[in-house]
């Protein structure tokens, strides 16, 4: 897994200081989540690609060189597998 930044506004630090209970990186995958679903992409088939990928050779900088979308990754995994 890969730790990013995320820059927050004060209102959500606050927020999450009141709630420390919240599993703020929860939020973030879930809105991730919303946000694929929103352009049709299934999160395991996603993961499912990645890791064929993965087991090709590629590293995730790869993976991110040769593609910036769903349908780039699926034919980078089909083309070296034919």
Do not use: K
């Given at each position: 897994?890969?730790?990013?930044?995320?820059?927050?506004?004060?209102?959500?630090?606050?927020?999450?200081?009141w709630n420390d209970?919240?599993?703020?990186?929860?939020?973030?995958?879930?809105?991730?989540?919303?946000?694929?679903?929103?352009?049709?992409?299934?999160?395991?088939?996603?993961?499912?690609?990645?890791?064929?990928?993965?087991?090709?050779?590629?590293?995730?900088?790869?993976?991110?060189?040769?593609?910036?979308?769903?349908?780039?990754?699926?034919?980078?995994?089909?083309?070296?597998?034919?």
């Amino acid at each position: 897994m890969i730790t990013r930044s995320v820059t927050i506004e004060e209102i959500d630090d606050l927020y999450l200081m009141w709630n420390d209970h919240i599993n703020a990186s929860a939020l973030y995958r879930r809105a991730l989540r919303e946000e694929m679903d929103v352009r049709g992409i299934d999160p395991d088939e996603l993961r499912d690609l990645v890791e064929r990928a993965r087991e090709q050779g590629y590293t995730l900088e790869e993976i991110a060189e040769n593609t910036n979308r769903f349908v780039d990754l699926q034919s980078l995994v089909e083309d070296q597998q034919c």
